[in-house]
Nanobody, 119 residues
Framework: QVQLVESGGGLVQAGGSLRLSCTASGSIASINSMAWHRQAPGKPRELVARIDSGGSTNYADSVKGRFTISGDTGKNTVDLQMNSLKSEDTAVYYC?????????????WGPGTQVTVSS
């Protein structure tokens, strides 16, 4: 079983920055992609940013130019640097890693970390 642990959430004023980190533990043979999603109250979960094993990234339009995702498949970690935060970025942020263990694929999610941006 692959488990993910997120850290770095908290309360920040609008215009400020936060850095989220996620670490995977367990027997991982390879990683296909790492991503951050978020879910605000009353809204569906949405993709924020994804990075694949080749380093290609994609971002939600709402965060382009403000957020940067970075991953280290050797260390099984993925970070999300969030700058110029806005009140609408307030949400629970979830880490998601997709890959393979020795005998089977995995698609794991972290428990989530709260990000609150005050205006």
């Amino acid at each position: 079983q692959v488990q993910l642990v997120e850290s770095g959430g908290g309360l920040v004023q609008a215009g400020g920055s936060l850095r989220l980190s996620c670490t995977a533990s367990g027997s991982i043979a390879s990683i296909n992609s790492m991503a951050w999603h978020r879910q605000a109250p009353g809204k569906p979960r949405e993709l924020v940013a994804r990075i694949d094993s080749g380093g290609s990234t994609n971002y939600a339009d709402s965060v382009k130019g403000r957020f940067t995702i970075s991953g280290d498949t050797g260390k099984n970690t993925v970070d999300l640097q969030m700058n110029s935060l806005k009140s609408e970025d307030t949400a629970v942020y979830y880490c998601n890693i997709v890959g393979r263990r020795i005998l089977r694929p995995f698609d794991s999610w972290g428990p989530g970390t709260q990000v609150t941006v005050s205006s």
